[in-house]
């Protein structure tokens, strides 16, 4: 089974501090992908990235940047949280842009 | 771009049969996909669509009609289970097929 793992279910995080959310598969997948979800705005993509070293900006990428060093992991980075930036984030990824995406569990965010 | 829209919330009865239906406007894609997603948790794949017409799979279907910019989900025999989201997605021809973009989704209650 594919598996995506990211690295906090929960994380609770100041103004202004400089936040990692890594994500981890384990089925040797060209692309992964990073999203948040919040209430009636649905799945937004933030940053996807296609290959190792390779990123492209999703439709809102203000406020953050990725990082892909290894094919298995891709970190979203919050430069400087901000309380707007409190929400779910999923991170997923697939083989292809025609195959199924698998999702990691989400880490809830929440910025104070 | 590409917008994807969907009913915010359907209800429906045990038993019955829902239709849950998805029309977006994109400059063109390889093909459409179909997730579910149980409150607190990752969304999971139920269907993909790359040719026009009906894809069956056990009590779900998928309906995909290119010329006319419309998807649909078909549920039947609803099961208290069904209670979730979906979401439709699609990867877009000028993005190399690579990006995966959903649309805001629809909340489906099963009610007894």
């Known amino acids: 089974d594919v598996k995506v793992t990211q690295s906090s279910r929960y994380l609770v995080k100041r103004t202004g501090e400089k936040v990692f959310l890594e994500c981890v598969q384990d089925?040797?997948?060209?692309?992964m992908f990073w999203y948040r979800q919040d209430p009636g705005l649905g799945l937004r993509l933030i940053y996807f990235?296609?290959?190792?070293?390779?990123?492209e900006k999703g439709d809102i990428p203000e406020g953050y940047s990725v990082s892909r060093e290894k094919k298995e992991r891709f970190s979203l980075i919050l430069e400087s949280a901000s309380t707007n930036q409190t929400s779910m984030y999923l991170c997923?990824?697939?083989?292809?842009?025609?195959?199924?995406?698998?999702f990691g569990q989400g880490t809830r965010l929440t910025v104070v | 771009g590409q917008n994807i829209d969907q009913p915010t919330e359907m209800t429906a009865t045990e038993g019955a049969i829902v239709q849950i239906n998805c029309t977006y406007q994109?400059?063109?894609?390889?093909?459409l996909f179909w997730y579910q997603q149980h409150a607190g948790e990752a969304p999971t794949f139920l269907s993909y669509?790359?040719?026009?017409g009906l894809e069956e799979k056990g009590r779900f279907s998928s309906f995909l009609s290119r010329s006319k910019g419309y998807s649909y989900l078909l549920l039947k025999e609803l099961q208290m289970k069904d209670s979730a989201s979906y979401l439709c997605?699609?990867?877009?021809?000028?993005?190399?097929?690579?990006?995966?973009?959903f649309g805001t989704g629809t909340r489906l209650l099963v009610s007894p």
């Open positions: 990235s296609y290959d190792v070293k390779m990123k």
């Open positions: 994109t400059s063109g894609f390889n093909g």
């Open positions: 669509n790359v040719l026009d």
């Open positions: 089925m040797d997948h060209e692309n």
């Open positions: 997923a990824s697939s083989l292809t842009g025609v195959t199924e995406a698998f």
């Open positions: 997605a699609v990867s877009p021809m000028n993005t190399g097929f690579q990006k995966l973009v």
